[in-house]
């Protein structure tokens, strides 16, 4: 997995810098093939996924980015389940 971050929580450049893309990426593959416009809150949701998975120690990318987007797909769908829930 890597190494984590210090206990402290912080992260250094290179990790952030790794985020920032992972961000980037996974915001590209969700917004072509899920169609989801962009806002700024799943904006944000999706950064919350990707630093879950950067705190959990993962430093490759491209399970970064996968599982940040599986992370965000669940999250929104139980969003959805939810808002509908309190509507019916």
Request: charged share 35%.
């Amino acid at each position: 997995m890597g190494r984590s971050p210090p206990l402290d929580g912080a992260f250094d450049q290179e990790q952030i810098d790794r985020m920032e893309k992972a961000i980037e990426r996974a915001w590209e593959i969700i917004s072509y093939i899920d169609c989801v416009p962009e806002t700024e809150d799943d904006k944000k949701l999706l950064a919350s996924c990707v630093l879950t998975e950067a705190k959990a120690g993962q430093e490759n990318h491209i399970k970064l980015v996968n599982n940040a987007i599986v992370r965000f797909r669940a999250q929104r769908a139980r969003k959805a389940v939810q808002g509908r829930k309190r509507s019916g």
